[in-house]
C-alpha cells in the first residue's frame, strides 16, 4: 500500500480523520480548533486518545554510575527481574521517590494534563499499591476502569536508576501486569476513542499482545486509528519480527520509536536509512532524538523539530512516554504535523526538568504559554 494512503485523502490527522469518517466538523465558526461541540457526543467520540500498558509504580533512586557496573544491567535500558532480584536490588539503593508510572499510563496523563479526553488500560492488583496507583490516574483525569487482580501477584514496580546525567535505567517486576488479557478490552472505549496506542513493552507479558491484537482490530472496525511505541531496543531485539509484522500488514498506523530503537528494528546504525525505512513501513513513523530534537514522516512529508534548550535535566524518565503524549494531542487537534512534533518536544522537555514519569505541572498551560491553542 502506498504510503500514508491508509490515512485517506486529507492527510491531517486523527482528529482530522475521524471526523471525516464520521462525519462532521469540529472547527467553530470563530474557527479555532478543536472545541469539544455537541458533535462530538452525537459520534460517540468519547475520548481523544486510549491508551494500553504495564500498569507499574516507579521507585525513583539517584544513582553513581558504578552501580550499574556491579549490577551487570546496561545504562538506558529496561530489564526485567523478578521479585526477589527487586527486593534485593532495593535493598541495594539510598532513598527512593515512589510515584506512579508506566509508559502508556504517562503518556495518557500527559494527554489529560493537556486538557484532552484519555482512557487507559492496566493491571495492577488489588493491593496498597494498586489502590494508590487507581487514584492518582483518575486524579489527573484519566478514565481508568480495568479490574485489579485480586488473590495473584501484587502490583508492578520498577526500580528506576538515575544516573547523575538524568538517564535513567529501569529494573521492572511485572507482578500483575502478567494478568492483563483480551477481557480487560473494553470494546465501548476502543470505538469511543480516536486513536488506540499501545506500549511494545506489551509483547512480555503473556497475554497482553492479544488484548492489543483485540483492541487494535476493533479499534480499526471503528473506523478509529491505532498506534505503538517499540519501548526500548532490547524489546525490539526480543519481538522484531512481530513488530514488523504489526506494521507492514497495516495493523498499526503510527509508530513511536527513539533512534536506538530505530536501529534495532532496521538492524542498522544508519539513521537515515532506518528512517526512510520507517516511512516505508507504516502511515505515520515518528522518531525521537534525545537533545536534537524529533521527527514526524508521513509519506513523502518530513516534519522535524528541535527539542526546547532546557537548563538541567533531573530525571529522563518519561521523556518518550509525554514527547507521544504531546505528538497524539497535537494530531488530535489538528496541527501540522510539525507542530505536533514540537508539541511532544515541548512535553518531553518537561518531564526531564524534574524527577517522575508524568506531568509536574498543567501541559495546557505550558501549551499556551509557548503559543500553541488546543
Ligand atoms: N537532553 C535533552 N534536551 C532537550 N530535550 C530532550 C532531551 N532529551 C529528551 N528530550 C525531549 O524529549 C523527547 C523524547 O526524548 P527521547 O528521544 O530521549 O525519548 P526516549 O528515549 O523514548 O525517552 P525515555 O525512554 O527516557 O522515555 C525528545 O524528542 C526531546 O524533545
Ligand atoms: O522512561 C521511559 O521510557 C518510560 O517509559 C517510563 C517508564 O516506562 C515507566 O514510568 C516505568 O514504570
Redesign the pocket.
Known sequence: MPHGSRLGPHPAGIGACTRRLIGYETRDPAGAPGRIHESDFMSDLRFDVLTIGNA?V?ILARIEDDLLAREGVAKGM?RLVDGAQSAALYDRIGPAIEAS???AA?TAAGVASLGLRAAYFGKVADDALGRIYRHDIRAQGVHYETAALVGGAPTAT?I?LISPDGE?T?N?HLGACHALSPDDIDEDVVAGSAVTYVEG?LWDPPLAKDACRKAFALAHASGRKTAITL?DSFCVDRYRGEFLDLMRSGTVDIVFANDSELKALYETSDRASAIEALRADCAIGIVTLGAEGAVALRGTETAPAPAFPIDRIED??????QFAAGFLAGLARDLPLAEAVRLGCLCGTEVIGHVG?RPATSLKDLAAQTGFRL
Not at 529522563?316 to 512516554?321: E, F, I
Open positions: 507499574i516507579d529496561m508510572g508506566g509508559s504517562n520498577s528506576i535513567r529501569m521492572t513493552y519501548s529522563l524518565t518519561g521523556a518518550g512516554d514519569p
